[in-house]
């Protein structure tokens, strides 16, 4: 028999983050912006009053930290708003990403589907060296 595909809650381990967490935040905001500087390579950043209101009015909407990772995720991974647009510019700061319902929506979309890719691939993968 081969192995169980992954979990729902096992999805955000697929993503490869580009720096490790060096440690799990007690606050669920700074779980969330720490997870996107890390994922979108912005070591530098500081969780200001307006990212952490944006964070934490998301928060509030009843959407959990891993909804707001996987949004972080559908950004990192959109053309567009990684700088493949008419002003070459890149538009991924976490205030816009959790700016509205809309946003977070749109980019959680996008980040499930990457991630369901990646774990068709892998299961792919399994499936095809079980057999050796």
């Known amino acids: ?10 999805v955000l381990q697929l993503v ?4 490790e967490l060096p440690v799990e935040f007690d606050n ?10 890390a994922l979108m390579g912005h070591p530098r950043s500081q969780m200001g ?9 998301a928060l509030a909407m009843w959407y959990t930290v891993d ?19 008419d002003r070459n510019t890149t538009f991924d700061d976490v205030e816009l990403i959790c700016r509205d319902e809309t946003k977070i929506d749109r980019f959680l979309k996008l980040g499930d589907e990457r991630v ?17």
Not at 49 to 57: G, N, Q, S, T
Request: glycine share 8%; charged share 30%.
């Open 1 to 10: 028999m081969g192995e169980e595909p992954k979990g729902e809650n096992n």
């Open 16 to 19: 490869p983050v580009q720096a």
């Open 28 to 37: 669920p905001a700074e779980r969330v912006f720490e997870f996107w500087k």
């Open 49 to 57: 009053p307006k990212r952490a209101a944006a964070i934490r009015r």
């Open 67 to 85: 909804d707001l990772r996987l949004a972080v995720v559908g950004c990192r991974f959109d053309n567009w708003s990684q700088g493949q647009n």
């Open 116 to 132: 369901r890719a990646m774990i068709a691939k892998e299961n792919q993968t399994t499936a095809a060296t079980d057999g050796w």
